[in-house]
């Protein structure tokens, strides 16, 4: 069973990196690289517990808050590259 749930979140996995290549919107793949970071961990907490190995679940929270504060940090970054104008894009 949970077998099969490690390769559903490979499959999940491998579609938010197909999403990020083709989104259309910054945006779209700002949020499809959140989820599979977000797949990443459920897939590290699975992976854990299939090997009887407790100890990945913390490894899985680091990895969800470096996830977690990455992106807060990309979408701020693009927010105020966003709002700042260029000179030269003026003349």
Do not use: C, Q, W
């Not at 990455?70 to 104008?85: A, C, D, N, P, Q």
């Amino acid at each position: 069973m949970f077998l099969a749930a490690a390769i559903a979140l490979m499959v999940a996995m491998m579609l938010a990196i197909v999403r990020a290549f083709i989104g259309p919107t910054l945006y779209d793949r700002i949020l499809a690289v959140n989820m599979f970071g977000t797949k990443t961990v459920l897939f590290i907490a699975v992976l854990g517990y299939l090997m009887g190995r407790p100890e990945f679940l913390d490894i899985a929270l680091v990895y969800a808050l470096i996830n977690f504060i990455t992106v807060i940090g990309v979408l701020r970054f693009f927010e105020y590259k966003r709002g700042v104008s260029h000179p030269e894009e003026d003349a």
